[in-house]
């Protein structure tokens, strides 16, 4: 059997769709430039460190110069001799090194201070551009399945908006009887006002108009009526007294 990594790399770009094809540009382009960026702060970062070690040796070799110079100072009682000479040049040398080193850790710190800016700046854009990408090749994914399964998708969509719908209204006016105090006449006037929507989807899928705002409509009223057939079900269960009819209310 082929696993994931036993797949060969292989470019899939040229059989995409060109609005996917330029996403997926775009996508490999900001990654680039954050791999150039992250390279270049990495960079940097090792370079700063190797100078702060070679500013430590020099002044570890700078100090065990200076202490075997005044050793010799001591048992010389003062006299300078050739070893001593020697040693207090290098020593003099040493010290100029580690101001130095000062001055250049401090030119590369400047040079190199907004380096993490810019890194994090890019892969901000890489992570938009990927998720653009995703956004892109779903919405793709989405027109393509409409395409081959959208009538039917719709159809069935538009029946359990009408089944569960019509359930759906006689729990409502169960609920509003326990728990709402707004008078019969608001109540009507808000069925009134769902029903004419409903009626309004059901008209353009009828009508072959293929309206993508009527669809999405339909999708989410059907997705909301499926994410609230639970909660109905709840409230039956608190409250099965209640199931008088609309004229035995009173």
């Known amino acids: 059997m082929t696993t994931v990594n036993q797949i060969p790399d292989v470019n899939i770009t040229p059989s995409l769709p060109p609005k ?21 702060q990495t960079e940097a970062a090792a370079m700063t460190e190797t100078i702060r070690k070679r500013q430590e040796d020099t002044k570890t070799e700078t100090q065990a110069l200076n202490d075997e110079w005044r050793n010799l100072f001591r048992e010389n009682q003062g006299n300078m001799t050739p070893r001593m000479k020697k040693l207090r040049a290098e020593i003099a040398l040493g010290r100029e090194t580690l101001d130095e080193f000062e001055d250049l850790l401090a030119a590369q710190v400047a040079e190199n201070e907004f380096l993490p800016w810019k890194t994090a700046d890019a892969a901000n854009r890489y992570i938009s551009e990927h998720n653009r990408l995703i956004e892109t090749h779903a919405v793709w994914l989405w027109n393509e399945f409409m395409k081959e399964h959208g009538q039917k998708l719709i159809q069935i969509l538009g029946l359990l908006k009408m089944t569960l719908g019509r359930s759906a209204s006689s729990v409502i006016g169960v609920v509003h009887t326990v728990n709402d105090d707004r008078n019969e006449t608001e109540r009507q006037h808000d069925g009134c006002r769902h029903d004419g929507i409903r009626r309004g989807i059901l008209a353009q899928h009828h009508a072959g108009q293929g309206n993508r705002a009527g669809e999405q409509q ?14 109905r079900q709840h409230r039956r269960e608190q409250h099965p007294q209640v199931t008088h009819l609309p004229h035995e209310r009173r």
């Open 20 to 40: 996917i094809r330029e996403a997926v540009e775009k996508v490999k382009a900001a990654k680039a430039v954050w791999q150039e960026e992250r390279r270049k």
């Open 218 to 231: 339909l999708i989410r009223a059907a997705l909301t009526l499926f994410r609230q057939q639970p909660h």
